[in-house]
């Protein structure tokens, strides 16, 4: 098991680019998350999806998009990037039910100039 | 709406003594509690979680934590602390009545001294 993995682990942008952060997960877990982390701030959750072809917004959900077509892939789109997208973000899967723990991908580390 | 507070930013201690990190909740229901350590420049890993039960939960590495609903707290706990335990501590919740949505704490830096 691979477990989660993130592609790429860096990556630098100019404002006003766009690309995509991949995410895939080889457990069979119904549940992923994106989530961003900013120094002093914790983790914040993006967007997450209970299962393919569902997918809702999270707390800071503005300048992403996201798409669930497979139960093992997650991408997360910058549509236009910003210097406040400058961060570090991971990617989680689980299995059903709120009392599941997450597993965590080893995060992309983005920055926007 | 539910939220976590890790009150201290840094905890330091000296090896072999107690360790404990702190974090508060709220929620709506009643809540699933989670404790995740990040070592750097990698991912979150799970130490512990409650669900219900009994309010003493044990996790990994030797890490314990204590739930009391009347404090509404989840403070993780560790008898004899290793200079391996320095780290990133987050605490996370999520609200039964609620969504998938889970909910960290700022986290809180633990440096443990030789």
């Known amino acids: 098991n691979a477990g989660v993995t993130q592609t790429p682990k860096f990556q630098v942008l100019k404002t006003g680019q766009s690309m995509t952060l991949q995410c895939a997960q080889d457990?069979?877990?119904?549940?992923m998350s994106w989530y961003r982390q900013d120094p002093g701030m914790g983790l914040r959750l993006i967007h997450y999806?209970?299962?393919?072809?569902?997918?809702d917004q999270g707390e800071v959900p503005n300048g992403y998009n996201v798409s669930r077509s497979t139960t093992e892939d997650f991408p997360l789109r910058l549509l236009s990037a910003a210097p406040s997208q400058t961060s570090v973000y991971f990617c989680?899967?689980?299995?059903?039910?709120?009392?599941?723990?997450?597993?965590f991908g080893p995060g992309t580390r983005l920055t926007v100039l | 709406a539910q939220s976590v507070a890790q009150p201290e930013d840094q905890v330091n201690v000296a090896e072999g003594n107690p360790l404990t990190v702190k974090c508060t909740y709220s929620?709506?229901?009643?809540?699933?509690l989670f404790w995740y350590v990040q070592y750097p420049n990698r991912g979150l890993q799970f130490l512990l979680k409650?669900?219900?039960?009994?309010?003493l939960v044990k996790g990994s590495y030797g890490f314990e934590a204590e739930f009391n609903k009347s404090q509404t707290s989840f403070h993780l706990k560790k008898p004899s602390a290793l200079v391996s335990d320095s780290a990133l501590y987050f605490c996370?919740?999520?609200?039964?009545?609620?969504?998938?949505?889970?909910?960290f704490g700022a986290g809180t830096t633990v440096t443990v001294r030789a």
């Open positions: 457990m069979n877990h119904e549940y």
């Open positions: 999806s209970v299962g393919a072809g569902i997918t």
């Open positions: 989680a899967s689980s299995s059903d039910g709120l009392a599941e723990k997450e597993f």
């Open positions: 929620v709506s229901g009643n809540p699933y």
């Open positions: 996370a919740v999520r609200d039964m009545l609620g969504d998938y949505k889970l909910s």
């Open positions: 409650y669900i219900t039960g009994d309010n």
